[in-house]
């Protein structure tokens, strides 16, 4: 069993920056793939970012690639996505994820956080 807590959302102005962080128990992050997702109000949930189980690999939404970095700090069982040039598009309920039963990119995973709130002021 994987439990997953996401912290580091909030409120930003349009061009700012977050740092999200995504803690697990139960097994340790270097053992499985993660992946970040969000959800925006009236829309499906999407894929922003994916860490293989290596953590050598990274993916990344066309949406988001050059603003936002995915890392992982295997001694504090971590993922992260930190979060540059934020606009109001990115406003959302971000999602850390665990082990996908599919590909990277879809969001049939595992194991899934509680998300955290992330909101983009123009």
């Known amino acids: 069993q994987v439990q997953l807590v996401e912290s580091g959302g909030g409120l930003v102005q349009a061009g700012g920056s977050l740092r999200l962080s995504c803690a697990a128990s139960?097994?340790?992050?270097?053992?499985?793939?993660t992946g970040w997702f969000r959800q925006a109000p009236g829309k499906e949930r999407e894929f922003v970012a994916a860490?293989?189980?290596?953590?050598?690999?990274?993916y990344y939404a066309d949406s988001v690639k050059g603003r936002f970095t995915i890392s992982r700090d295997n001694a504090k069982n971590a993922v992260y996505l930190q979060m540059n040039s934020l606009k109001p598009e990115d406003t959302a309920i971000y999602y850390c994820?665990?082990?996908?039963?599919?590909?990277?990119?879809?969001?049939?995973?595992?194991?899934w956080g509680q998300g955290t709130q992330v909101t983009v002021s123009s």
């Open positions: 139960g097994r340790t992050f270097s053992s499985y793939p």
């Open positions: 860490l293989s189980w290596s953590g050598g690999n990274t």
């Open positions: 994820a665990a082990i996908p039963r599919g590909a990277y990119y879809e969001s049939r995973y595992e194991y």
